[in-house]
């Protein structure tokens, strides 16, 4: 036993001192020329180690699993305590010594809760993204945590999808961007303690399930897969993001878990990708329901065999592998890569040379939740708030008189931060109603009443709140009280919209307007003739129509994390200007969706801004074609004005550079962020290109009165497309150069590409 006892000691000294000194491959290649085919796939094996799941996890005894080998990876586990002793367990009680690696679903920050992914993307501030993610690594790591299952990147048009709330919106330029810099924000180099590796998902198209649905059919030519779905996980696996995950829908027919084309050959071959692939909760085990394979051995070793490295929860790899390899149905090669991945990540990320890098106590204190963190997530917060309206500049309220707050978002604490906060601490955070009243001291008074449920019907309201409860109450009780406390007020202040579980995984929603008791109490208190401002709390774009026709002010708050309050504070009484814009159009009614501003142009159009019906043309008889609110929209409590366009050429050939500048002004008298945006159509291609597509944007800081020219850079990638292989084609011809603070509203001038037709092969796929 004590001789025992020293060989595993010695085996993980060798290990760790031989780590430090050689380089990844050999370290590799000498490790697993020791290790027996069953700890080669013990290592591809990914279990929830115990608190929090998100499905039925078949197996949760991890401990003894640990020690025999079987496990490579734990995750969901909140405490550097408990994780170091899982960690000791792999490292002093099974037989090679190899460490776990050990994930998290930090979405968006820790402890410190940034805005959802959704509502951050509204701030089109990339620095600040990058931050929040570099914060949420920060916060993480000092907790025992090195992997990340974010950034989530998957392109939504539908907002009935519960986990739009999760991505940065419907358009693949920003959405690259922002991942990109999200998992530059997480992994750095890895080279400190702070940094934790990030996980790209869901690969692929997740976020065009059928009728948004959460987990249905997904289905779309290849020229729109790499058009407008791919490109944020090109750009996250460019970005040298250490592992992806598959998604839990059909490509092509075939589970993206064992999509061989999807992983072998687009991200490995055609992306040259070089992390891990990790499958997502159960979806080997899951490829059975969609009616592929026969048992779980066979879709395992189809799972394994498209790329896939690593098992998440579905037990197929650790129970079926050997047996497919013995009877020859998956090869030594295909274990090999697999464990080489996930062995390298683990080098990477510096676990063999200090398995215990991440379980340093001390840093909880010093990195999480520290008033740093929580200003730039107060910060990050009130740059995600898009003002949608602002009648009779009604906003920002001044710091006097009676204040009422009105709603069922507006004294809770648990929902303030929205959907996915494993590790998120809600006793710590404030409710709307104590952000007002310390923003307010004694200046004015806030009166408060809740008004209603969240939704009149007891049971969907409880089926949406997954442990982030909102009282009930009796709905007329509620709203008789609300509007005798509303009738005392100068002006209304109405918290409202969903709670922070109706978005989010497995929270899609048929109709996506404002819910039936909090739009009756609304109505109610718009009709006692007083101002009202809607916050509209909400994981997704929501129908207003109602709302804008019939309210004064509304700000989209999304759900802005564990300082949304002062960050309300901040932006509604005027001590910050508004400044996100929307990612996402907003419908004026929910049967126009998938809606989105890049659509193609039909055969039929009706012209942008349409006010009837036209028989024959593409268009509904009983609602425009428009968004309510379009894509790029958000006002201020300033105003700009946009010259005209100037283009340093109207023509170009394909090495040209041409600068399209524009003169942007602050015409108001508060000086504020504005987010100037360029927007090209291709006129006339060998296929359908979009009506305009967002190609470059800049976030500017305009003091009152203040002008300035804004230049764009227009080369030959900014006017290419993907064709249904990946390659990239040029194509000559006319393009719409055009550049405005929102989708819709952009000036317009025409350039000429002269010169020659390119493809470039970007790799081969499909084959
Ligand atoms: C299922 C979700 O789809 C995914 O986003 C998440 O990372 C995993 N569960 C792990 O919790």
């Given at each position: 036993m004590k001789k025992n006892i020293i060989t595993l000691v010695f085996s993980f000294l060798v290990l760790s001192l031989s780590a430090q000194k050689k380089p990844m491959e050999e370290f590799v290649s000498d490790l697993m020329s020791r290790m027996t085919l069953q700890e080669k796939i013990g290592q591809l094996n990914l279990q929830v180690a115990g608190d929090i799941t998100t499905g039925s996890a078949q197996d949760t005894q991890v401990g003894g699993a640990i020690a025999d080998g079987k496990i490579g990876g734990v995750f969901n586990l909140k405490g550097a305590d408990k994780i170091r002793a899982l960690q000791e367990i792999a490292v002093k009680k099974s037989r090679l010594g190899i460490p776990l690696i050990v994930g998290m679903d930090v979405i968006h920050g820790y402890e410190t809760i940034f805005p959802i992914p959704l509502g951050m993307s509204c701030s089109w501030n990339l620095e600040g993204i990058e931050n929040s993610a570099r914060i949420a690594a920060r916060e993480a790591s000092a907790d025992g945590i090195c992997w990340t299952y974010s950034p989530m990147v998957d392109i939504c048009l539908d907002a009935r999808w519960g986990r739009s709330s999760e991505g940065s919106g419907e358009d693949p330029y920003l959405g690259s961007l922002i991942g990109a810099a999200m998992v530059k924000g997480y992994q750095g180099d890895y080279s400190r303690n702070d940094n934790i590796m990030a996980c790209v998902k869901?690969?692929?198209?997740?976020?065009?399930?059928e009728a948004g649905r959460d987990y249905n059919t997904v289905d779309m030519s290849r020229l729109r897969m790499f058009n407008q779905y791919f490109p944020p996980y090109k750009a996250a696996a460019e970005a040298g993001a250490g592992s992806f995950m598959t998604s839990f829908n059909i490509v092509d027919g075939v589970p993206a878990t064992a999509n061989n084309w999807l992983i072998n050959e687009v991200l490995y071959k055609q992306w040259k990708y070089d992390g891990f692939v990790v499958t997502d909760y159960g979806s080997i085990g899951e490829i059975l329901s969609h009616g592929?394979?026969?048992d779980l051995k066979e879709v395992s070793a189809m799972a394994l065999k498209a790329g896939t490295d690593m098992d998440m929860c579905s037990m197929g790899f650790l129970t079926t592998l050997e047996q497919s390899v013995n009877e020859g149905k998956v090869s030594l090669t295909d274990i090999d890569r697999a464990c080489r991945r996930v062995l390298e990540a683990k080098y990477k990320l510096g676990l063999f040379a200090d398995p215990y890098k991440y379980c340093d106590k001390k840093r909880r204190a010093k990195n999480i939740y520290t008033d740093e963190n929580r200003t730039a997530a107060r910060n990050l917060a009130a740059e995600s708030f898009v003002l949608l309206k602002n009648e009779n500049n009604v906003?920002?309220?001044?710091?006097?008189g009676v204040i009422a707050l009105i709603g069922p978002l507006g004294d809770n604490r648990a929902n303030m931060v929205g959907t996915w906060t494993v590790a998120y601490t809600p006793e710590r955070y404030s409710t709307v109603k104590e952000g007002l009243e310390r923003a307010v001291g004694d200046k004015a008074t806030i009166l408060y009443a809740q008004g209603c449920n969240v939704v009149g019907d007891a049971a969907v309201q409880e089926a949406g709140a997954f442990g982030k409860p909102v009282p009930r109450g009796d709905d007329a009780k509620m709203r008789a009280e609300a509007l005798a406390v509303a009738a005392k007020a100068d002006v209304i202040v109405c918290a409202m919209g969903?709670?922070?579980?109706?978005?989010?995984?497995?929270?899609?929603?048929?109709d996506i307007v404002m819910p039936d008791v909090q739009q009756k109490l609304l109505k109610e208190l718009v009709k006692l003739g007083k101002p009202v401002v809607l916050l509209n709390f909400t994981g997704r774009a929501t129908v207003l129509t109602w709302e804008n026709e019939n309210v004064d002010a509304i700000m989209n708050v999304w759900f802005g994390g564990s300082e949304t309050a002062d960050a309300i504070a901040d932006v509604l009484f005027g001590d910050k200007v508004p400044c996100g814009h929307l990612t996402v159009s907003m419908p004026q009614?929910?049967?126009?969706?998938?809606?989105?501003?890049?659509s193609l142009n039909t055969g039929r159009p009706v012209q942008s801004g349409a006010d009837k019906y036209y028989k024959y043309r593409s268009n509904y008889l009983d609602v425009r074609n428009d968004a309510l609110f379009p894509f790029g929209y958000g006002l201020s409590y300033t105003t700009f004005s946009y010259g005209d366009i100037k283009l340093s050429s109207a023509e170009m050939e394909n090495d040209d550079v041409v600068t399209a500048t524009i003169t942007v002004k602050n015409t108001g008298d508060r000086d504020a962020y504005d987010v100037v945006q360029l927007y090209i159509r291709d006129l006339a291609a060998s296929v359908s290109r979009p009506v305009k597509e967002l190609k470059g944007f800049e976030r500017i800081w305009l003091k009152s009165g203040q002008s300035r020219e804004i230049s764009f850079k227009i080369d030959a990638s900014m006017l290419c497309f993907y064709d249904a292989e990946g390659n990239t084609v040029l194509e000559p011809g006319k393009f719409d150069i055009m550049i405005g603070a929102d989708s819709r509203h952009v000036k317009t001038t025409p350039l000429i590409l002269k010169g020659s037709k390119e493809r470039v092969e970007t790799g081969r796929a499909g084959e």
């Amino acid at each position: 036993m004590k001789k025992n006892i020293i060989t595993l000691v010695f085996s993980f000294l060798v290990l760790s001192l031989s780590a430090q000194k050689k380089p990844m491959e050999e370290f590799v290649s000498d490790l697993m020329s020791r290790m027996t085919l069953q700890e080669k796939i013990g290592q591809l094996n990914l279990q929830v180690a115990g608190d929090i799941t998100t499905g039925s996890a078949q197996d949760t005894q991890v401990g003894g699993a640990i020690a025999d080998g079987k496990i490579g990876g734990v995750f969901n586990l909140k405490g550097a305590d408990k994780i170091r002793a899982l960690q000791e367990i792999a490292v002093k009680k099974s037989r090679l010594g190899i460490p776990l690696i050990v994930g998290m679903d930090v979405i968006h920050g820790y402890e410190t809760i940034f805005p959802i992914p959704l509502g951050m993307s509204c701030s089109w501030n990339l620095e600040g993204i990058e931050n929040s993610a570099r914060i949420a690594a920060r916060e993480a790591s000092a907790d025992g945590i090195c992997w990340t299952y974010s950034p989530m990147v998957d392109i939504c048009l539908d907002a009935r999808w519960g986990r739009s709330s999760e991505g940065s919106g419907e358009d693949p330029y920003l959405g690259s961007l922002i991942g990109a810099a999200m998992v530059k924000g997480y992994q750095g180099d890895y080279s400190r303690n702070d940094n934790i590796m990030a996980c790209v998902k869901h690969y692929a198209l997740y976020g065009a399930s059928e009728a948004g649905r959460d987990y249905n059919t997904v289905d779309m030519s290849r020229l729109r897969m790499f058009n407008q779905y791919f490109p944020p996980y090109k750009a996250a696996a460019e970005a040298g993001a250490g592992s992806f995950m598959t998604s839990f829908n059909i490509v092509d027919g075939v589970p993206a878990t064992a999509n061989n084309w999807l992983i072998n050959e687009v991200l490995y071959k055609q992306w040259k990708y070089d992390g891990f692939v990790v499958t997502d909760y159960g979806s080997i085990g899951e490829i059975l329901s969609h009616g592929v394979g026969e048992d779980l051995k066979e879709v395992s070793a189809m799972a394994l065999k498209a790329g896939t490295d690593m098992d998440m929860c579905s037990m197929g790899f650790l129970t079926t592998l050997e047996q497919s390899v013995n009877e020859g149905k998956v090869s030594l090669t295909d274990i090999d890569r697999a464990c080489r991945r996930v062995l390298e990540a683990k080098y990477k990320l510096g676990l063999f040379a200090d398995p215990y890098k991440y379980c340093d106590k001390k840093r909880r204190a010093k990195n999480i939740y520290t008033d740093e963190n929580r200003t730039a997530a107060r910060n990050l917060a009130a740059e995600s708030f898009v003002l949608l309206k602002n009648e009779n500049n009604v906003l920002p309220l001044k710091k006097q008189g009676v204040i009422a707050l009105i709603g069922p978002l507006g004294d809770n604490r648990a929902n303030m931060v929205g959907t996915w906060t494993v590790a998120y601490t809600p006793e710590r955070y404030s409710t709307v109603k104590e952000g007002l009243e310390r923003a307010v001291g004694d200046k004015a008074t806030i009166l408060y009443a809740q008004g209603c449920n969240v939704v009149g019907d007891a049971a969907v309201q409880e089926a949406g709140a997954f442990g982030k409860p909102v009282p009930r109450g009796d709905d007329a009780k509620m709203r008789a009280e609300a509007l005798a406390v509303a009738a005392k007020a100068d002006v209304i202040v109405c918290a409202m919209g969903e709670s922070a579980e109706m978005s989010g995984e497995s929270s899609s929603r048929a109709d996506i307007v404002m819910p039936d008791v909090q739009q009756k109490l609304l109505k109610e208190l718009v009709k006692l003739g007083k101002p009202v401002v809607l916050l509209n709390f909400t994981g997704r774009a929501t129908v207003l129509t109602w709302e804008n026709e019939n309210v004064d002010a509304i700000m989209n708050v999304w759900f802005g994390g564990s300082e949304t309050a002062d960050a309300i504070a901040d932006v509604l009484f005027g001590d910050k200007v508004p400044c996100g814009h929307l990612t996402v159009s907003m419908p004026q009614a929910v049967g126009q969706v998938p809606l989105y501003y890049n659509s193609l142009n039909t055969g039929r159009p009706v012209q942008s801004g349409a006010d009837k019906y036209y028989k024959y043309r593409s268009n509904y008889l009983d609602v425009r074609n428009d968004a309510l609110f379009p894509f790029g929209y958000g006002l201020s409590y300033t105003t700009f004005s946009y010259g005209d366009i100037k283009l340093s050429s109207a023509e170009m050939e394909n090495d040209d550079v041409v600068t399209a500048t524009i003169t942007v002004k602050n015409t108001g008298d508060r000086d504020a962020y504005d987010v100037v945006q360029l927007y090209i159509r291709d006129l006339a291609a060998s296929v359908s290109r979009p009506v305009k597509e967002l190609k470059g944007f800049e976030r500017i800081w305009l003091k009152s009165g203040q002008s300035r020219e804004i230049s764009f850079k227009i080369d030959a990638s900014m006017l290419c497309f993907y064709d249904a292989e990946g390659n990239t084609v040029l194509e000559p011809g006319k393009f719409d150069i055009m550049i405005g603070a929102d989708s819709r509203h952009v000036k317009t001038t025409p350039l000429i590409l002269k010169g020659s037709k390119e493809r470039v092969e970007t790799g081969r796929a499909g084959e």
